[in-house]
Structures are given as C-alpha cells and as structure tokens.
C-alpha cells in the first residue's frame, strides 16, 4: 500500500500561479509512474499530467501543455505540481496518483487538494 498526500492547493486569482506537492509513504514511490488528475464540481475526474518513475518523461493533458509542468524527487518521495498562468477553468479538486499506466488506470490516490482560480 502506498498513501498520498497533497499539499499546496489554494485560492489564487487568474494568471497566477501555485505549485501542488504529493508526499508517498514508502521508498518504493520511485517505482510507479505517477501523475496528477483533476475533478472539477458536475464534472469527470480527468487527467493532467504524468511522469515516469525515473522522471525522464513527461505528459500532458492539451489544456494544461506549456502551463502546467511535472516533477519528482524520488529522493524525498514527493511529485510536485507547477501550475501557472492558471484560468478560471482550471478549479478543480486535484488528485495525486500512483502507479499510473498507458491507459490512465490508477493504483493509488490521494485525498485531494482543492485549487480555485477566480476571474
């Protein structure tokens, strides 16, 4: 079992930027690609962004390319969040995951971290 926890979610205004870290309980964090999804209220959780275990690579949902960015220290067990230049539209309850493969299925979750962007 691996536990999530994130950390970083807030209120900011549009164009601003926030930065979501996601702490593992165990060493063996660094062996599951992890990722970050997102659920916005009335909508399906949807994916954002994924990084491989050694964090050599990365991806991204289109609306978050070139504004969002994922990283990992496998030293401290933690996957981080960059987020900037953030929209409105980007409110959403955020979700660390692990264990993350091909087709976005997903081992593990955390708990969620709420990130509001007002106009």
């Known amino acids: 079992q691996v536990q999530l926890v994130e950390s970083g979610g807030g209120l900011v205004q549009a164009g601003g930027s926030l930065r979501l870290s996601c702490v593992a309980s165990?060493?063996?964090?660094?062996?599951?690609?992890g990722g970050w999804f997102r659920q916005a209220p009335g909508k399906e959780r949807e994916f954002v962004a994924g990084?491989?275990?050694?964090?050599?690579?990365?991806y991204y949902a289109d609306s978050v390319k070139g504004r969002f960015t994922i990283s990992r220290d496998n030293a401290k067990n933690t996957v981080f969040l960059q987020m900037n230049s953030l929209k409105p539209e980007d409110t959403a309850v955020y979700y660390c995951?692990?264990?993350?493969?091909?087709?976005?299925?997903?081992?593990?979750w955390g708990q969620g971290t709420q990130v509001t962007v007002s106009a």
């Open positions: 165990r060493r063996t964090f660094s062996n599951y690609p």
């Open positions: 995951a692990a264990e993350v493969t091909s087709d976005f299925r997903v081992g593990y």
């Open positions: 990084i491989t275990t050694s964090g050599s690579s990365t």
